[in-house]
């Protein structure tokens, strides 16, 4: 891998148009093919996107010999389902947010990407951005002690009606998997661990999926997190993290954070700032490529038993609520 890696996107979304747009900014990694269910939508994406090759199907797409990695950009119904074919035809996967359904899902995509030898990843680029790296850094040194305290947010005011993918039960909708997982995402990195309690309370949709939610976390070593998370009303979507000798802000928004706060005890605080160019994918995408070029079948940033636990942790929740999506 001391080439350029070569990507495939399947499918033709936002989240897509942005990742491909994004490869553009990386330094190791160029789009070469695009599928989609309609031979169309992948021609009119690939001729937006330097007339890479594309494809009607994603079965072609995984089939490709001059593909590398695909980047899976369909609803979060689907992604099981992707990414196993991608898999299937040894192919090395980066699965967006949620990586699945449900923790049983999880593990089926786990299980065939060991099975195949394939790298695999959950796309939850927020992790990837010099800022959060910053961030891991100065917890590691202790700057601000031990951590005992989270509180993060992020909320979106979707406008669109019922028929939206955010608050259709069909494609995965709700707060919990698209918005609420960064969030909770983030407590998981700082602390380590998934939490040993979770109290929460939801308001649901008229389409049956939540819309707002507060949950509370409390791990084994006592230290808490508190997340908010809403599709119809906009929140600060910032994020702070309290130790016991001081406390470090991400500001908005802290998905794609550009700028830190550092106020450790006894001292004036500090703002830092990261600018980046782009959506800010693309440093995702380079580390998928070290990654790759080390051999390595998952990274050590977002490892797959840390996105089973995040899911499982979903799963949980999910059960307070009662919430079951078609086919669970």
């Not at 199907?57 to 980047?71: F, G, H, N, R």
């Not at 991608?86 to 359904?101: D, N, P, Q, R, Y």
């Not at 590691?140 to 019922?162: N, Q, S, T, Y």
């Not at 939490?195 to 389409?207: A, C, G, L, N, R």
């Amino acid at each position: 891998m001391t080439n350029k890696t070569k990507w495939g996107v399947m499918g033709c979304g936002g989240i897509a148009d942005k990742y491909a747009r994004d490869l553009a900014f990386t330094r190791y990694g160029k789009l070469a093919a695009v599928g989609s269910r309609s031979k169309a939508k992948a021609q009119t994406f690939a001729a937006q996107h330097g007339g890479v090759r594309a494809y009607g199907s994603y079965e072609d797409l995984a089939a490709d010999p001059d593909v590398d990695i695909i980047y899976v950009a369909t609803p979060h119904p689907c992604h099981m389902e992707n990414t196993l074919l991608a898999i299937k035809h040894g192919k090395h996967v980066l699965c967006e947010k949620s990586f699945a359904m449900n923790a049983k899902q999880t593990r089926r995509m786990i299980a065939a990407a060991q099975k195949k030898g394939v790298f695999l990843m959950e796309a939850m680029w927020t992790r990837f951005f010099p800022a959060m790296g910053r961030l891991r850094k100065w917890l590691a040194e202790g700057r601000i002690g031990k951590v005992l305290a989270v509180e993060a947010d992020f909320g979106i005011h979707f406008k669109m009606g019922p028929q939206h993918r955010i608050f259709n039960p069909a494609l995965g909708g709700g707060a919990l998997l698209d918005l609420g997982i960064y969030p909770i995402s983030l407590a998981s990195m700082i602390y380590g661990a998934q939490p040993e309690t979770i109290v929460s309370t939801v308001h649901k949709h008229s389409t049956g999926v939540d819309d707002r939610a507060l949950i509370a976390f409390e791990y084994a070593n006592g230290a808490t997190a508190a997340i908010s998370t809403s599709s119809v009303v906009c929140m600060k979507n910032e994020a702070r993290i309290f130790g016991a000798e001081g406390m470090i802000t991400v500001h908005e928004m802290f998905l794609r954070p550009n700028q830190l706060t550092l106020k450790m005890e006894g001292k004036p605080p500090k703002t830092f700032d990261f600018p980046f160019t782009g959506h800010g994918m693309h440093f995702e995408a380079d580390h998928v490529h070290q990654c790759l070029r080390k051999g390595q079948t998952e990274s050590d940033i977002m490892p797959l038993n840390e996105t089973l636990g995040i899911i499982q942790t979903m799963d949980k929740i999910r059960k307070q609520w009662k919430l079951k999506y078609p086919g669970e």
